[in-house]
């Protein structure tokens, strides 16, 4: 463009002042470039609307920080028989992209007994107060079973003690429950036991025998509970409870009962059985009930807690990433919010975004400490909407320790 308007000159080259042809062709001219620019300049825009600058783009992972104060039980691995075996599932890897945990890897709170037989044919008496007593086949299961989806499971006594590594997420074959049991029995009551083999050569000494928990048949629809017969593409492994067990979504593990093998309807003033008396304070009820029927249902809360923090060089400077996960719950959370210490403030988590309660969520949140030093990582949910009995008492807290800033 020819700036010469500008200085004084007419853009015919002749001194004076501009004329008003002169000004409006000027005036088109640098619209024009400036039009053509804002258009240049609106298409970046609109081409990077939504994404976010990732401050550890370009950036070199040193390794992941451990986190301190908790079991150094080996993770991934079997350890100890029966009712006393147990599988942390080590957590740190998992990403929005591999969240199904593989099943060699998926949690044990228990493992198959030696007394299970599995060469005689399976199948799960009805019994109970139902007009006619009838027999449910593992064939009939296996016909009428469809992909239920992902769900995560997790025990009621995962704790700092078990690295928090009783907790999964499997891809589950099985058939709903209600729906097979409303086609089979057309008279029954609205209560009902689910058991499961539990005999074993040993005594325990971490449990007491006997796998049976007490449902209402609305419970039973509402959490979409299933009798599942595969996992992860497979038939259930030995361990996992084949050849079924039952899986209630959104419940405690101790509801999923393994190796299911009698349906039982009762009156409504049914004794808890033993595995609900054990597990009342874990399942967050109210003292230990002596009836059934007074059992809140053991559903789990919304949580969250970091699974892992990595180290970072980005740009010749230390950063930490926190990386975790938020599962549980029926409301969908808008905001998870985070603090390292108590002497510090809550603040938003950077990267999360829940789409569902089921199985769960990941998040990331990037961190440059102030001092080396000794750090507790605590998740909040300032909703009122939501219950967070875990959460809010401090129980996923995880610690970790820094020395290099």
């Known amino acids: 463009?020819?700036?010469?308007?500008?200085?004084?000159?007419?853009?015919?080259?002749?001194?004076?002042?501009?004329?008003?042809?002169?000004?409006?062709?000027?005036?088109?001219?640098?619209?024009?470039?400036?039009?053509?620019?804002?258009?240049?300049l609106s298409g970046l825009i609109q081409a990077n609307r939504g994404k976010k600058i990732d401050p550890f783009d370009g950036g070199q992972l040193l390794g992941l920080l451990d986190f301190i104060g908790e079991s150094r039980a080996p993770l991934n691995a079997i350890i100890?028989?029966?009712?006393?075996?147990?599988?942390?599932?080590d957590l740190s890897s998992f990403t929005l992209e591999?969240?199904?945990?593989?099943?060699?890897?998926?949690?044990l709170r228990t493992k198959a007994s030696e007394s299970l037989?599995?060469?005689?044919?399976?199948?799960?008496?009805?019994?109970?107060?139902?007009?006619?007593?009838?027999?449910?086949?593992?064939?009939?299961?296996?016909?009428?079973?469809?992909?239920?989806?992902?769900?995560?499971?997790?025990?009621s006594g995962n704790a700092r003690s078990t690295r928090f590594g009783l907790i999964s997420?499997?891809?589950?074959?099985?058939?709903?429950?209600?729906?097979?049991?409303?086609?089979?029995?057309?008279?029954?009551?609205?209560?009902l036991i689910i058991s499961g083999f539990d005999q074993y050569p040993n005594n325990s000494v971490t449990s007491v025998p006997g796998a049976e928990w007490m449902f209402t048949w609305e419970q039973l629809q509402a959490a979409n509970a299933f009798l599942a017969t595969e996992m992860n593409g497979q038939a259930l492994s030995r361990d996992h409870g084949a050849p079924v067990r039952l899986v209630v979504p959104g419940w405690y593990g101790c509801t999923c009962i393994k190796w299911a093998n009698a349906v039982t309807f009762v009156d409504e003033d049914a004794a808890a059985t033993s595995q609900m008396r054990e597990f009342a304070a874990r399942t967050h009820q109210q003292g230990v009930p002596k009836l059934a029927k007074d059992y809140?249902?053991?559903?789990?809360?919304?949580?969250?807690?970091?699974?892992?923090?990595?180290?970072?060089?980005?740009?010749?400077?230390?950063?930490?990433?926190?990386?975790?996960?938020?599962?549980?719950?029926?409301?969908?959370?808008?905001?998870?919010?985070?603090?390292?210490?108590p002497e510090e403030d809550y603040v938003p988590v950077d990267e999360f975004s829940q789409t569902t309660n089921d199985p769960w969520s990941f998040w990331s949140?990037?961190?440059?400490?102030?001092?080396?030093?000794?750090?507790?990582?605590?998740?909040?949910?300032?909703?009122?909407?939501?219950?967070?009995?875990?959460?809010?008492?401090g129980y996923y807290v995880r610690s970790v320790e820094v020395k290099e800033i």
């Open 1 to 40: 463009m020819d700036f010469q308007f500008f200085t004084g000159k007419a853009m015919n080259g002749s001194a004076g002042k501009p004329n008003r042809r002169d000004f409006l062709r000027v005036s088109l001219l640098s619209g024009g470039v400036l039009l053509s620019g804002f258009d240049k």
């Open 80 to 89: 100890g028989l029966g009712l006393d075996a147990r599988l942390y599932a």
């Open 98 to 107: 591999k969240s199904i945990t593989p099943t060699e890897q998926f949690y």
């Open 117 to 155: 037989a599995s060469e005689k044919p399976w199948s799960i008496p009805i019994r109970g107060r139902v007009q006619r007593p009838i027999d449910l086949t593992i064939e009939e299961l296996k016909r009428s079973a469809k992909p239920m989806g992902l769900h995560l499971m997790e025990c």
């Open 169 to 191: 997420v499997a891809d589950w074959v099985g058939t709903p429950i209600s729906a097979i049991l409303e086609a089979k029995v057309k008279s029954r009551s609205d209560y």
């Open 296 to 341: 809140r249902p053991a559903t789990i809360d919304q949580a969250a807690m970091p699974i892992r923090v990595e180290k970072w060089m980005v740009s010749g400077k230390i950063k930490y990433r926190v990386v975790g996960i938020l599962w549980g719950g029926s409301r969908l959370v808008k905001t998870l919010e985070m603090r390292f210490n």
């Open 365 to 393: 949140h990037a961190w440059t400490p102030k001092a080396v030093g000794t750090y507790m990582i605590r998740l909040r949910i300032m909703d009122p909407n939501v219950e967070t009995k875990r959460l809010s008492s």
